[in-house]
């Protein structure tokens, strides 16, 4: 039997397509490193980096935001369990999965006795679990859309998004 763990890293979590825009003018969709990244004008190298810095902005200003099932949901088809592999000459920080998966099982209304009963399947935990992380990132992509809002420039100072993540207060 496969941990909660594995099981969980092996999905492809989702966000809105209402934020695709944000998503394609602050990350590379296949990668871009170095120079590359610099040419494009991007912030993240990677699509799934935005999707965690989304996630840990939603989960650290407490911004849970569901998607509406009316809303359509798109994925950058890219399994958890390869966000942050080791490629390109930098350090692995494939730790951040475990650190995303202990936060949604804090955050998560789970009942774990029932799923050790066998009351509820793991899948369906797996999905609960997905739900509460496309939920943290919906709001954190939401808080990156309202300062784009107030302010496009907003993105051009190089501490803004630390600074977004560590000083800005809801």
Same mark, same amino acid.
């Given at each position: 039997m496969e941990s909660l763990f594995d099981k969980w890293k092996t999905r492809i979590p989702k966000y809105s397509l209402n934020h695709k825009d944000l998503f394609k003018s602050l990350s590379e969709k296949y990668g871009a490193e170095g120079e590359k990244k610099t040419n494009l004008g991007k912030?993240?190298?990677?699509?799934?980096?935005?999707?965690?810095?989304?996630?840990?902005?939603?989960l650290y200003q407490d911004e849970f935001s569901p998607i509406e099932k009316e809303e359509k949901k798109i994925d950058?088809?890219?399994?958890i369990q390869g966000w942050g592999s080791k490629t390109s000459g930098r350090n692995s920080f494939?730790?951040?999965?475990?650190?995303?998966?202990?936060?949604?099982?804090?955050?998560t209304d789970l009942d774990i006795i029932a799923l050790e009963? =066998?009351?509820?399947?793991?899948?369906?935990v797996v999905? *609960?679990?997905?739900?509460?992380?496309?939920?943290? %990132?919906?709001? =954190?992509?939401?808080?990156?859309?309202?300062?784009?809002? *107030?302010?496009?420039?907003?993105?051009?100072?190089? %501490?803004?998004?630390?600074?977004m993540i560590l000083f800005d207060n809801k």
């Open positions: 912030h993240y190298s990677s699509n799934y980096e935005l999707y965690i810095y989304a996630f840990f902005l939603g950058f088809s890219y399994h494939t730790n951040l999965q475990k650190y995303i998966f202990m936060a949604l099982l804090a955050k009963k =066998g009351e509820i399947s793991e899948d369906e999905k *609960d679990l997905i739900t509460t992380m496309e939920s943290y %990132t919906n709001g =954190g992509l939401n808080l990156i859309r309202d300062k784009i809002n *107030d302010n496009s420039d907003h993105f051009l100072n190089p %501490t803004s998004f630390l600074n």
